[in-house]
Protein backbone atom coordinates (compact mmCIF):
# COMPACT_ATOMS: atom_id res chain seq x y z
CA UNK A 1 0.00 0.00 0.00
CA UNK A 2 0.94 3.23 -0.11
CA UNK A 3 0.53 6.44 2.18
CA UNK A 4 -0.52 9.17 -0.54
CA UNK A 5 -0.21 12.13 1.99
CA UNK A 6 3.50 10.77 2.50
CA UNK A 7 4.27 10.57 -1.10
CA UNK A 8 2.60 13.64 -2.08
CA UNK A 9 6.20 14.64 -3.10
CA UNK A 10 6.31 12.24 -5.87
CA UNK A 11 3.20 13.39 -7.28
CA UNK A 12 4.21 16.79 -7.42
CA UNK A 13 7.31 15.43 -9.76
CA UNK A 14 5.17 13.76 -12.14
CA UNK A 15 2.62 16.60 -12.12
CA UNK A 16 5.87 18.80 -12.80
CA UNK A 17 7.09 16.74 -15.40
CA UNK A 18 3.78 17.00 -18.05
CA UNK A 19 2.94 20.24 -16.57
CA UNK A 20 4.68 22.14 -20.01
CA UNK A 21 1.69 20.04 -21.83
CA UNK A 22 -1.07 22.84 -20.29
CA UNK A 23 -0.85 26.08 -21.90
CA UNK A 24 -2.64 27.81 -19.28
CA UNK A 25 -1.99 27.26 -15.45
CA UNK A 26 -5.60 26.41 -14.59
CA UNK A 27 -5.83 23.10 -16.25
CA UNK A 28 -2.45 22.19 -14.93
CA UNK A 29 -3.51 22.84 -11.35
CA UNK A 30 -6.71 21.20 -12.13
CA UNK A 31 -4.79 18.09 -14.11
CA UNK A 32 -2.95 17.95 -10.08
CA UNK A 33 -5.95 17.48 -8.42
CA UNK A 34 -7.60 15.37 -10.97
CA UNK A 35 -4.36 12.69 -10.03
CA UNK A 36 -5.00 13.36 -6.63
CA UNK A 37 -8.52 12.69 -6.28
CA UNK A 38 -7.94 9.46 -8.45
CA UNK A 39 -6.03 8.05 -5.98
CA UNK A 40 -7.85 9.48 -2.71
CA UNK A 41 -9.91 6.19 -2.07
CA UNK A 42 -13.34 8.26 -2.55
CA UNK A 43 -15.95 5.46 -3.33
CA UNK A 44 -16.69 6.76 -7.00
CA UNK A 45 -14.52 8.81 -9.06
CA UNK A 46 -16.45 10.60 -11.26
CA UNK A 47 -16.86 14.54 -12.09
CA UNK A 48 -18.81 15.44 -8.55
CA UNK A 49 -16.59 13.24 -6.70
CA UNK A 50 -13.17 14.27 -8.02
CA UNK A 51 -15.04 18.50 -7.74
CA UNK A 52 -15.69 18.16 -4.52
CA UNK A 53 -12.29 16.41 -3.42
CA UNK A 54 -11.12 19.51 -4.91
CA UNK A 55 -13.69 22.06 -3.18
CA UNK A 56 -15.24 22.90 -6.30
CA UNK A 57 -19.02 23.55 -5.83
CA UNK A 58 -19.39 21.75 -9.86
CA UNK A 59 -17.60 19.34 -11.78
CA UNK A 60 -17.93 22.31 -15.01
CA UNK A 61 -14.03 22.74 -14.22
CA UNK A 62 -13.09 18.88 -14.16
CA UNK A 63 -15.24 18.03 -16.69
CA UNK A 64 -13.78 20.94 -19.27
CA UNK A 65 -10.19 19.20 -18.32
CA UNK A 66 -11.29 16.66 -19.87
CA UNK A 67 -13.27 17.97 -23.29
CA UNK A 68 -12.26 21.08 -24.27
CA UNK A 69 -8.74 22.91 -22.30
CA UNK A 70 -5.40 23.36 -24.50
CA UNK A 71 -3.32 20.49 -23.25
CA UNK A 72 -1.07 18.37 -25.39
CA UNK A 73 -2.93 14.42 -24.26
CA UNK A 74 -0.39 12.35 -26.34
CA UNK A 75 2.43 14.18 -25.55
CA UNK A 76 1.65 13.42 -21.41
CA UNK A 77 1.42 9.98 -22.70
CA UNK A 78 4.89 10.01 -24.10
CA UNK A 79 6.15 11.79 -20.21
CA UNK A 80 4.12 8.88 -18.21
CA UNK A 81 5.96 6.45 -20.60
CA UNK A 82 9.24 8.08 -19.73
CA UNK A 83 8.23 8.47 -16.25
CA UNK A 84 7.38 4.75 -16.00
CA UNK A 85 10.70 3.91 -17.92
CA UNK A 86 13.39 5.82 -15.64
CA UNK A 87 11.85 3.96 -12.24
CA UNK A 88 10.96 0.75 -14.15
CA UNK A 89 13.37 0.39 -17.02
CA UNK A 90 15.80 -2.38 -17.73
CA UNK A 91 16.88 -4.11 -20.67
CA UNK A 92 15.43 -7.52 -19.99
CA UNK A 93 11.86 -5.72 -19.68
CA UNK A 94 8.51 -6.82 -21.33
CA UNK A 95 5.98 -5.23 -23.94
CA UNK A 96 2.54 -6.02 -23.29
CA UNK A 97 -0.17 -5.58 -25.33
CA UNK A 98 -4.30 -6.82 -24.29
CA UNK A 99 -7.12 -4.82 -24.26
CA UNK A 100 -9.78 -4.37 -21.43
CA UNK A 101 -13.99 -3.43 -21.74
CA UNK A 102 -15.46 -0.57 -20.08
CA UNK A 103 -19.58 -1.48 -19.83
CA UNK A 104 -21.75 1.31 -21.14
CA UNK A 105 -25.49 2.19 -21.03
CA UNK A 106 -26.91 4.08 -23.92
CA UNK A 107 -25.03 4.38 -27.98
CA UNK A 108 -23.56 7.62 -27.85
CA UNK A 109 -20.44 6.96 -25.96
CA UNK A 110 -17.28 6.98 -28.59
CA UNK A 111 -16.81 3.36 -29.45
CA UNK A 112 -19.54 1.95 -27.70
CA UNK A 113 -21.54 -1.28 -29.03
CA UNK A 114 -21.94 -4.82 -28.14
CA UNK A 115 -18.66 -6.55 -28.36
CA UNK A 116 -16.38 -9.02 -26.51
CA UNK A 117 -15.70 -7.48 -23.01
CA UNK A 118 -12.71 -9.88 -21.72
CA UNK A 119 -13.70 -8.01 -18.51
CA UNK A 120 -17.32 -9.31 -18.44
CA UNK A 121 -16.06 -12.45 -19.91
CA UNK A 122 -19.05 -12.07 -22.84
CA UNK A 123 -20.75 -9.83 -25.33
CA UNK A 124 -22.05 -6.85 -23.90
CA UNK A 125 -22.95 -3.00 -24.21
CA UNK A 126 -19.20 -1.57 -24.10
CA UNK A 127 -16.16 0.37 -24.96
CA UNK A 128 -13.16 -1.32 -25.74
CA UNK A 129 -8.94 -0.25 -25.44
CA UNK A 130 -6.34 -1.31 -26.58
CA UNK A 131 -3.38 -1.08 -23.98
CA UNK A 132 0.21 -1.65 -23.68
CA UNK A 133 2.04 -2.76 -20.31
CA UNK A 134 5.84 -2.38 -19.65
CA UNK A 135 7.04 -5.00 -16.91
CA UNK A 136 10.49 -5.63 -15.62
CA UNK A 137 11.62 -6.96 -12.44
CA UNK A 138 10.72 -3.58 -10.67
CA UNK A 139 7.26 -3.44 -11.06
CA UNK A 140 4.73 -3.07 -14.18
CA UNK A 141 2.54 0.24 -15.67
CA UNK A 142 0.53 0.98 -18.46
CA UNK A 143 2.35 3.15 -20.77
CA UNK A 144 0.06 3.28 -24.07
CA UNK A 145 -3.59 3.58 -25.18
CA UNK A 146 -5.95 3.73 -28.15
CA UNK A 147 -9.92 3.18 -28.39
CA UNK A 148 -11.10 0.80 -30.56
CA UNK A 149 -13.92 1.80 -32.89
CA UNK A 150 -15.83 -0.91 -34.50
CA UNK A 151 -17.21 -0.33 -37.96
CA UNK A 152 -20.79 0.72 -36.99
CA UNK A 153 -18.97 3.63 -35.99
CA UNK A 154 -16.22 4.96 -38.34
CA UNK A 155 -18.48 3.84 -41.86
CA UNK A 156 -21.03 6.47 -39.54
CA UNK A 157 -19.47 9.72 -39.50
CA UNK A 158 -22.10 11.77 -38.46
CA UNK A 159 -22.03 9.68 -35.89
CA UNK A 160 -18.56 9.90 -35.01
CA UNK A 161 -18.89 14.02 -35.50
CA UNK A 162 -21.29 14.18 -32.58
CA UNK A 163 -18.40 12.05 -30.66
CA UNK A 164 -16.06 14.29 -31.49
CA UNK A 165 -14.25 11.39 -33.74
CA UNK A 166 -11.61 13.29 -35.86
CA UNK A 167 -12.42 12.45 -39.66
CA UNK A 168 -9.15 11.50 -40.26
CA UNK A 169 -9.74 8.69 -38.02
CA UNK A 170 -10.83 5.42 -39.25
CA UNK A 171 -11.16 1.74 -38.92
CA UNK A 172 -8.24 0.13 -37.43
CA UNK A 173 -8.65 -3.39 -36.50
CA UNK A 174 -6.50 -4.23 -32.67
CA UNK A 175 -3.92 -6.03 -33.96
CA UNK A 176 -2.87 -2.53 -36.11
CA UNK A 177 -3.74 -0.49 -32.90
CA UNK A 178 -0.93 -3.19 -31.27
CA UNK A 179 1.34 -2.55 -34.56
CA UNK A 180 1.01 1.62 -34.07
CA UNK A 181 1.78 1.33 -30.33
CA UNK A 182 4.74 -1.16 -30.48
CA UNK A 183 5.68 1.45 -33.88
CA UNK A 184 6.04 4.16 -30.81
CA UNK A 185 7.57 1.66 -28.40
CA UNK A 186 10.52 1.23 -30.99
CA UNK A 187 10.75 4.78 -32.54
CA UNK A 188 11.12 5.71 -28.09
CA UNK A 189 13.95 3.53 -27.58
CA UNK A 190 12.25 1.52 -24.74
CA UNK A 191 14.69 -0.57 -23.15
CA UNK A 192 12.53 -3.68 -23.84
CA UNK A 193 13.97 -7.45 -24.38
CA UNK A 194 11.03 -9.28 -25.15
CA UNK A 195 6.91 -8.46 -25.84
CA UNK A 196 3.91 -10.92 -25.27
CA UNK A 197 0.60 -11.15 -26.24
CA UNK A 198 -2.24 -13.33 -26.22
CA UNK A 199 -3.43 -15.16 -29.10
CA UNK A 200 -5.79 -12.72 -29.86
CA UNK A 201 -2.85 -10.33 -30.73
CA UNK A 202 -0.52 -13.41 -31.62
CA UNK A 203 -1.95 -15.17 -34.36
CA UNK A 204 -1.35 -12.24 -36.56
CA UNK A 205 1.41 -13.08 -38.99
CA UNK A 206 1.76 -10.02 -40.11
CA UNK A 207 2.25 -8.86 -36.41
CA UNK A 208 4.84 -10.90 -36.18
CA UNK A 209 7.01 -9.95 -39.05
CA UNK A 210 6.50 -6.79 -37.93
CA UNK A 211 8.36 -7.55 -34.68
CA UNK A 212 10.96 -9.67 -36.60
CA UNK A 213 11.42 -6.93 -39.39
CA UNK A 214 12.17 -4.66 -36.20
CA UNK A 215 14.83 -7.39 -34.93
CA UNK A 216 12.43 -7.83 -31.65
CA UNK A 217 12.57 -10.71 -29.47
CA UNK A 218 8.97 -12.18 -28.73
CA UNK A 219 6.65 -14.61 -27.13
CA UNK A 220 3.12 -14.63 -28.65
CA UNK A 221 0.29 -17.42 -27.71
CA UNK A 222 -1.51 -18.10 -31.24
CA UNK A 223 -4.13 -20.67 -31.56
CA UNK A 224 -3.63 -24.24 -32.03
CA UNK A 225 -4.82 -24.73 -35.30
CA UNK A 226 -2.29 -21.66 -36.77
CA UNK A 227 0.40 -23.34 -39.29
CA UNK A 228 4.38 -22.85 -39.08
CA UNK A 229 7.05 -23.34 -41.60
CA UNK A 230 8.77 -26.71 -39.87
CA UNK A 231 12.50 -26.93 -40.18
CA UNK A 232 12.15 -29.68 -43.07
CA UNK A 233 10.70 -26.53 -44.89
CA UNK A 234 7.01 -27.89 -44.88
CA UNK A 235 3.92 -26.42 -42.93
CA UNK A 236 2.45 -28.01 -39.62
CA UNK A 237 -0.06 -27.04 -37.41
CA UNK A 238 0.93 -26.16 -33.84
CA UNK A 239 -0.88 -29.02 -32.33
CA UNK A 240 0.25 -31.46 -34.83
CA UNK A 241 4.13 -30.63 -34.20
CA UNK A 242 3.41 -30.72 -30.05
CA UNK A 243 1.38 -34.02 -30.08
CA UNK A 244 4.03 -35.86 -31.78
CA UNK A 245 6.85 -34.74 -28.90
CA UNK A 246 7.96 -37.48 -26.77
CA UNK A 247 7.16 -37.16 -23.28
CA UNK A 248 10.92 -36.30 -22.47
CA UNK A 249 10.51 -33.46 -24.44
CA UNK A 250 8.45 -31.99 -21.50
CA UNK A 251 10.30 -30.45 -18.41
CA UNK A 252 8.27 -28.90 -15.09
CA UNK A 253 9.37 -25.21 -14.81
CA UNK A 254 7.95 -22.07 -13.54
CA UNK A 255 6.98 -19.30 -15.31
CA UNK A 256 7.03 -16.87 -12.03
CA UNK A 257 5.60 -16.63 -8.77
CA UNK A 258 1.56 -16.25 -8.23
CA UNK A 259 -0.66 -15.49 -5.75
CA UNK A 260 -0.67 -19.40 -3.81
CA UNK A 261 3.23 -20.11 -4.64
CA UNK A 262 5.21 -21.09 -7.60
CA UNK A 263 3.38 -21.17 -11.34
CA UNK A 264 4.47 -24.09 -12.51
CA UNK A 265 3.58 -26.14 -15.83
CA UNK A 266 5.01 -29.07 -18.16
CA UNK A 267 7.03 -27.30 -20.98
CA UNK A 268 8.17 -28.36 -24.76
CA UNK A 269 9.67 -26.46 -27.23
CA UNK A 270 10.81 -27.61 -30.83
CA UNK A 271 12.51 -25.34 -33.42
CA UNK A 272 11.19 -24.17 -36.22
CA UNK A 273 11.25 -22.17 -39.62
CA UNK A 274 14.33 -23.23 -41.60
CA UNK A 275 16.67 -19.98 -42.02
CA UNK A 276 17.40 -18.26 -39.22
CA UNK A 277 19.33 -15.05 -39.16
CA UNK A 278 22.93 -14.99 -37.03
CA UNK A 279 22.46 -14.89 -33.61
CA UNK A 280 18.81 -15.18 -34.00
CA UNK A 281 16.18 -18.54 -33.27
CA UNK A 282 12.62 -19.34 -33.87
CA UNK A 283 10.54 -21.46 -31.86
CA UNK A 284 7.32 -23.55 -31.11
CA UNK A 285 6.62 -23.52 -27.52
CA UNK A 286 3.60 -25.77 -25.49
CA UNK A 287 2.58 -24.91 -22.21
CA UNK A 288 0.81 -27.99 -20.16
CA UNK A 289 -1.51 -28.06 -17.02
CA UNK A 290 -0.35 -30.00 -14.66
CA UNK A 291 -3.76 -30.62 -13.45
CA UNK A 292 -6.01 -30.31 -16.39
CA UNK A 293 -3.87 -31.39 -19.60
CA UNK A 294 -4.66 -27.94 -20.82
CA UNK A 295 -2.15 -26.97 -23.81
CA UNK A 296 -1.44 -23.32 -24.87
CA UNK A 297 1.05 -22.35 -27.98
CA UNK A 298 2.96 -19.65 -28.26
CA UNK A 299 5.24 -18.53 -31.64
CA UNK A 300 8.76 -17.07 -30.36
CA UNK A 301 11.62 -15.26 -31.51
CA UNK A 302 14.97 -14.48 -29.82
CA UNK A 303 18.75 -14.97 -28.98
CA UNK A 304 19.75 -18.41 -30.31
CA UNK A 305 20.71 -19.26 -26.76
CA UNK A 306 17.60 -18.62 -25.24
CA UNK A 307 16.77 -21.33 -23.03
CA UNK A 308 13.11 -23.18 -22.29
CA UNK A 309 13.07 -21.24 -18.89
CA UNK A 310 13.76 -18.15 -20.61
CA UNK A 311 10.87 -18.58 -23.27
CA UNK A 312 8.23 -19.86 -20.24
CA UNK A 313 9.15 -17.04 -17.57
CA UNK A 314 8.29 -13.98 -20.62
CA UNK A 315 5.34 -16.40 -21.25
CA UNK A 316 4.44 -16.02 -17.52
CA UNK A 317 4.57 -12.15 -17.68
CA UNK A 318 1.86 -11.49 -19.43
CA UNK A 319 -0.36 -11.48 -16.04
CA UNK A 320 1.14 -8.47 -15.35
CA UNK A 321 -0.80 -6.15 -17.82
CA UNK A 322 -3.93 -8.11 -16.11
CA UNK A 323 -2.40 -6.78 -12.78
CA UNK A 324 -2.26 -3.51 -14.54
CA UNK A 325 -6.04 -3.18 -15.68
CA UNK A 326 -7.11 -4.30 -12.02
CA UNK A 327 -5.03 -2.18 -10.00
CA UNK A 328 -5.73 0.89 -12.37
CA UNK A 329 -9.38 0.24 -12.45
CA UNK A 330 -9.80 -0.42 -8.27
CA UNK A 331 -7.09 2.17 -7.36
CA UNK A 332 -6.80 5.15 -10.19
CA UNK A 333 -10.18 5.02 -11.42
CA UNK A 334 -9.55 3.62 -15.00
CA UNK A 335 -13.10 2.40 -15.74
CA UNK A 336 -15.09 5.03 -13.44
CA UNK A 337 -15.58 7.69 -16.30
CA UNK A 338 -18.27 9.97 -17.53
CA UNK A 339 -17.58 10.99 -20.51
CA UNK A 340 -18.68 9.92 -24.11
CA UNK A 341 -16.45 11.99 -26.19
CA UNK A 342 -13.45 10.96 -27.85
CA UNK A 343 -11.09 13.66 -26.67
CA UNK A 344 -12.15 13.05 -22.99
CA UNK A 345 -12.09 9.48 -23.31
CA UNK A 346 -7.95 9.76 -24.20
CA UNK A 347 -7.77 12.47 -21.37
CA UNK A 348 -9.25 10.82 -18.87
CA UNK A 349 -7.53 7.47 -19.63
CA UNK A 350 -4.16 8.88 -19.85
CA UNK A 351 -4.41 10.74 -16.56
CA UNK A 352 -5.68 7.38 -15.06
CA UNK A 353 -2.55 5.45 -16.29
CA UNK A 354 -0.53 8.82 -15.12
CA UNK A 355 -2.10 8.21 -11.42
CA UNK A 356 -1.65 4.19 -11.46
CA UNK A 357 2.20 4.90 -12.57
CA UNK A 358 2.56 7.10 -9.37
CA UNK A 359 1.63 4.09 -7.35
CA UNK A 360 3.36 1.79 -8.71
CA UNK A 361 6.41 4.05 -9.10
CA UNK A 362 5.77 5.01 -4.45
CA UNK A 363 5.42 1.16 -4.04
CA UNK A 364 8.98 0.09 -5.99
CA UNK A 365 10.60 3.45 -4.00
CA UNK A 366 8.82 2.80 -0.60
CA UNK A 367 10.11 -1.15 -0.83
CA UNK A 368 13.73 0.39 -1.66
CA UNK A 369 13.73 2.05 1.70
CA UNK A 370 13.55 5.89 0.17
CA UNK A 371 11.78 8.70 1.98
CA UNK A 372 9.27 10.29 0.52
CA UNK A 373 10.37 13.19 -1.98
CA UNK A 374 9.48 16.84 -0.05
CA UNK A 375 5.89 18.11 -1.80
CA UNK A 376 6.56 21.68 -3.25
CA UNK A 377 2.65 22.83 -2.28
Given at each position: ????????????????????????????????????????????????????????????????????????????????????????????????????????????????????????????????????????????????????????????????????????????????????????????????????????????????????????????????????????????????????????????????????????????????????????????????????????????????????????????????????????????????????????????????????????VARTLSSKGEPPPATTR
Open positions: MVDVDRWSGELDRLHARIGGRFTRSEPRRRARQYLAGLVAGLSRTNGWTLAEQAGDVSPDGMQRLLRWADWDIDAVRDDLRDYVIEHLGAPDGVLIIDDTGFLKKGVKSAGVARQYSGTAGRIENCQVGVFMAYRSAKGHALIDRQLYLPTAWTDDRDRCRAAGVPDEVGFATKVEMARSMLARAFTAGLPAGWVTMDEAYGQSKSLRVFMEEHDQAHVVATRRNDDVITTGMGSARVDKLIAALPGRAWSRVSCGPGAHGPREYWWARIPIRVFWRPGRGHWLLARRNISTGELAYYVCYGPSKTRLMDLARIAGTRWAVEECFQQAKNEAGLDEYQVRDWRAWYAHITLSMAAHAWLV
